[in-house]
């Protein structure tokens, strides 16, 4: 049974922010309609094993995660879910690390059926080292392409999200307004951290059949 759209995945390379955008996401949510965020199961795993997976446990990661994102949809008709990452990290990852293809199908059919809103986090953020997770600076463009190559090889369309602090939140939050408009007064909301500074934007990507230049995403609701 198709799951309903109630999921805001965040994808995006190491070091631009998903973990605390997704937390802030979902308190800034939570004051218009019940909302919970699910962290990203790598981190957790990591630091229980003091290592990185091997190419024969990215399975596992990539269902735990889908595992718990579904498991937080659960907890009532209305919940929405702000996912710090979903399978298709894995499975980018995986086509990364390990050259390895093999759980793109699958993320990428989760990701269209269950997933109302992707957004993508930019590297507009400098790179901070965090343990065992982080490969360095170098590893975030080629990254990013491959999300974004899977999203486009899906049809699925994202959310390129700038600014720093509550200016990305507030961009986030102008996307989730474009999805629910519902929900756009949580763009208005006074944020908890203070006002979103100017520097906020979020660049809509969508599928064209004629071109899947990245370059092509429309500035969404700038600010002046």
Do not use: N
């Not at 198709?2 to 939570?30: F, H, N």
């Not at 004051?31 to 199961?41: A, F």
């Not at 293809?101 to 993320?107: D, I, Q, V, Y």
């Amino acid at each position: 049974m198709k799951q309903p759209a109630r999921v805001i995945a965040l994808l995006g390379a190491e070091s631009t922010g998903k973990t605390d955008l997704a937390r802030a996401l979902a308190q800034q949510l939570q004051r218009l309609q019940p909302c919970t965020w699910v962290p990203e199961y790598l981190r957790e795993w990591c630091d229980a094993q003091g290592r990185t997976p091997e190419p024969q446990e990215q399975q596992h990661i990539a269902a735990e995660q889908q595992r718990r994102i579904e498991a937080a949809l659960a907890r009532s008709p209305d919940m929405l879910v702000v996912a710090d990452t979903t399978p298709l990290m894995t499975a980018v990852y995986s086509q990364f690390v390990f050259d390895d293809r093999s759980l793109h199908a699958g993320a990428l059919r989760w990701q269209r059926e269950v997933v109302g809103l992707t957004l993508l986090t930019a590297l507009d953020l400098p790179w901070l080292p965090d343990g065992l997770q982080r490969d360095g600076p170098q590893v975030r463009e080629p990254v990013d392409a491959l999300i974004r190559g899977a999203l486009a090889e899906a049809g699925i369309a994202y959310g390129v999200v700038h600014g720093e602090g509550a200016a990305r939140v507030a961009a986030a939050l102008r996307a989730v307004g474009r999805w629910r408009p519902e929900l756009a007064a949580a763009a208005a909301l006074p944020s908890p951290e203070g006002e979103a500074g100017s520097g906020s934007r979020v660049r809509w990507r969508s599928r064209c059949l004629d071109c899947l230049d990245p370059d092509c995403e429309r500035l969404l609701h700038p600010l002046p």
